[in-house]
């Protein structure tokens, strides 16, 4: 046999090897181009997309260039299985798979969780090029899992949670699809959903009743935990930005009325320590416990508080207690915790609104008093002028409040910058505040005051947290938000204790009274992100917001918050205690039996013979030999129905036309190839049930 000596240049395409399952594999194609319109591993397509609904979660916490190099990734895989692109080879992978490593380790701090979720989601697209086996694809899929897991470090309401169900179940229709190619049956979404449906009964038994771990993995449970409202450091401009952030820092329930807006101050970090630029908390000059205040006004309360991953918590001013184990309340009426907040928290408090701290020991007098030499002359001059005029300390605040007022001060999220390279050692930023710019936020104006107070004579210090709050009506509950981020001050006045002044309310009284962009200029609100600003679609949707807002926080106190407190409590109805170790092994011998028992029960429900399929066409057979065999012509074993038809019409003629409709109704459908449809078996059923041969003549 003679060859061309002139042969087609050869390209490669992929094809399904008949052999064994399809993979991406490459052969040679005479016609040099693949199969028009066809896609060459169609098993490819459902894993890709598992892949990609199980990181698209994690593009938010990963390095962008993670996030490009994922979606380069798939767009690749994708055009290479349809325009026939070469794929890398293993030495190539394996290079990409070490910068991948060094690039996650090195954009995300070394060891941390999204370093390692990040990592994960490009090791599985980089798996996409390596599916050349059944067991290939099926291992893919099975790592989409553990980036489903992943999620649960970064996001636990209920948005989050439903796309993880989502993600599960295509994830499991995937898994299923690659088991069963080709098959009849349900199809695999279906199968999914089933299987998803009969393991819930067991999640809701182990969830209720296994015992709780307080704390999350490894100490954390979302990327949430990273966010802090403000530190316990504060500088001009600091909560500006905070500002402009419209998450939720807590939610508070009253036990009673709530509160007026301009009560609504939500004690945080007290700051005694300033260098001429910085407001500090200090760390050694209120380890000290505070004694418990009293007053006339008490109010109950329960904080339901984000995680912000510092230590300080948060209570309506003046605070009496809070029901939280290790905590401690500070004799400047601060509270912190034992750890960090990392977790969702929920508390209890008490709180007196006309609450009064009148403690200064001698120490405390000495700090509250001091500032850095030489800071600020011209600040000084002015408080030292402010009281002389004074008559007493009370005068010497109000007529400081009334400069503020009266000099034309701007509340603004966009203050001017009041220091620069070069003067940044002269420590003369409030001089520029007070005599210059004149425009700040809420802590501008709280630490000029505060400089005033010192400067003059008066033992003062700075309390920074939230102001006011946004009641939801469907909950009747306040959420308190970051953009509610406020600072205020605290003078010493001779038998009066600590006095609370808020220099804001001076120059922008509608931020203590109302809505907090309602005190920015025009122009300025629309940074607060709130709906209202939206015109009439803000309308609409704060309906929306506040009735989602409702739902994550039943999710977060039910669900979410389910702690060790609320399980013990759920046991103590049954008669069951935690105390002890004998108690806490009973408990969990009950958990655990509880699941057992709920498995056996829904396996032998899954696993039991499945219930017989009714048979018309047969049902009708037998009533159909019934009848013919009470008037003495039965139907022998083994007869078919054409031999049964002959026998009868020998013996009954006058049978012949009822008894060949329903013998060539009977063939047709039990032994044609379609099987007849619904209407056919109705008529067969009809025909039997009317054929009654006892009436009829023999001829």
Known sequence: MKTDSKRPATSYHMAPDSRRPPGLRFVKSAQGHPASGSFADLSLLPILWAVIVCTLPHFINVAWWVVFACLFLWTYIALAARYVWPLPGKTFSRMLAGLFFVGAMTTHEGFTIEAFVALLSLMVALKLFELRSDHDRKQTVILCYFLIVGGLFFGDTIEATLYKFFSIIFTTAVLI????????????????????????PIMVVLFLFFPRIQGGLWGRTHANSARAGFSEEINFGSLT????????????????????????????????????????????????????????QPVNYIITLEPHNKRWLFSLDLPRKIDLPITWLLNDYSYYSWQPVNRRLTYSGLSYLDGVDDSLPAFTTEIALRLPA???????ELAES???????????????????????????????????????????????????????????????????????????????????????????????????????????????????????????????????????????????????????????????RNYWDYLNSRWNRLVIGYSFNEQTGLFSRF???????????????????????????????????????RDEVAEAWVIFGRKLAAIDLPRRPGQGPIDFQEYVLRQRPDLAGSVTEIVAAYVRLRYAATGGSSSDRSILRAMVKKFSPAKQEAV
């Open 241 to 296: 930005d905070l500002a402009k952030n419209n998450e939720a820092a807590f939610r508070v329930e009253f036990a009673g009325d709530m509160p007026l807006q301009k009560f609504l101050y939500w004690r945080g970090v007290v700051l005694w320590d300033f260098d001429g630029k910085t407001w500090r908390r200090g760390l050694s000059h209120h380890t000290t416990p505070a004694k418990r205040i009293k007053g006339e």
């Open 374 to 380: 030489g800071a600020n002359p011209r600040s000084r």
């Open 177 to 200: 699809h690659l088991n069963r190619p080709g098959r009849g049956g349900p199809s695999p979404l279906k199968l999914a959903l089933l299987l998803i449906g009969q393991a819930l």
């Open 386 to 544: 402010l009281r002389r005029e004074s008559s007493s300390e009370t005068d010497f605040i109000g007529l400081t409040l009334a400069y503020f007022k009266a000099q034309n001060f701007l509340y603004t999220l966009n203050p001017p910058i009041l220091t620069t390279a070069a003067d940044d050692l002269d420590q003369s930023q409030i001089d520029r505040f007070i005599f210059e710019s004149r425009q700040g936020f809420c802590e501008h104006f709280a630490g000029s005051f505060v400089f005033l107070m010192r400067a003059a004579g008066l033992p003062a210090r700075m309390v920074v947290g939230y102001q006011g709050g946004k009641r939801n009506p469907y909950g009747e509950y306040l959420v308190v938000r970051q953009s509610d981020a406020h600072a205020w001050c605290e003078v010493w006045v001779t038998d009066q204790g600590w006095q609370r002044i808020d220099p804001t309310g001076e120059v922008a009284p509608e931020r203590l009274l109302a809505n907090p962009a309602q005190a920015l200029p025009a122009g300025e609100t629309g940074r607060f992100l709130f709906l209202p600003d939206l015109g009439v679609f803000g309308e609409w949707l704060g309906p929306v």
């Open 575 to 613: 008669g069951f205690s935690f105390a002890g170790w004998q108690g806490f092994g009973t408990a969990l011998f009950t958990a655990v039996a509880g699941a057992v028992l709920l498995v056996v029960l829904l396996g032998f429900f899954m696993h039991r013979p499945p219930a017989s399929v």
